[in-house]
């Protein structure tokens, strides 16, 4: 267990609010993942995170930012939610030294609808 | 084409069965990993690969990294193993991992 938790678990919300959820984790690991997962697409990378303050994009990162202050926090936020970012959201850690070594954990997902 | 691509998509069973569920890539990766999420929940790591072959329980995972190629087992299937396995490769020189689309396993009593 790489003690990983997500918060909120599931939000309602209206389009054109913004909306921030956050990745939680409690062993210092270096690399965090934010995923989204939609019906018939499987899991698409958002935004990563090598270290405090590094990140970058994935395939999906428009509408979507990110920031990581501190080892243990990851954060996404949609600045102006739309309806097409309704979906379930999984972050993720990698545990290893570097992201080829680590086996990776997942949190428990966060359901977002955006009405 | 994609780059990883699993196959069966689905896979229906008996209670009992050995169960192969097979995944092959098409670029250079460093690891591979199989992952198992069942029906609304979460996501659960099962191996991570680079060589060779791993064994937990009932579950085996093997890889040939000359073919490009990875297959998951299940001996003894049991119905709890319903869900999606899904496989996904670290690609060299990156930070990201390219996934498979899952195999729906359901095994039935």
């Known amino acids: 267990d790489a003690g990983i938790t997500q918060s909120p678990r599931h939000k309602v919300t209206e389009t054109g609010t913004p909306v921030t959820l956050r990745c939680h984790q409690t062993?210092?690991?270096?690399?965090m993942y934010w995923y989204r997962q939609d019906p018939g697409h499987g899991l698409r990378l958002i935004h990563y995170s090598y270290g405090v303050k590094d990140t970058d994009k994935g395939e999906v990162s428009d509408g979507y930012s990110v920031s990581r202050s501190k080892t243990e926090d990851f954060l996404l936020t949609l600045e102006s939610a739309t309806s097409s970012q309704t979906s379930v959201y999984f972050c993720a850690i990698s545990s290893g030294k570097s992201a080829d070594t680590g086996e990776l954990f997942f949190g428990e997902g966060s359901r977002l609808t955006v009405l | 084409k994609n780059e990883v691509e699993q196959s069966p998509q689905n896979l229906t069973a008996q209670e009992g069965e050995f169960i192969t569920i097979n995944c092959s890539y098409s670029?250079?990766?460093?690891?591979l990993h199989w992952l198992q999420q069942h029906p609304g929940g979460g996501i659960v790591s099962l191996f991570m690969l680079s060589s060779g072959k791993k064994k937990h329980g009932r579950l085996i995972a093997t890889i040939n990294i000359q073919e490009k190629h990875s297959s998951l087992h299940i001996t003894a299937s049991h119905p709890r193993d319903s869900a999606v396995y899904i496989c996904?490769?670290?690609?060299?020189?990156?930070?990201?991992?390219?996934w498979g689309a899952g195999t729906k396993l359901i095994i039935k009593p």
């Open positions: 670029v250079g990766i460093s690891a």
């Open positions: 996904a490769v670290k690609v060299d020189s990156n930070y990201q991992l390219i």
């Open positions: 062993e210092n690991h270096r690399y």
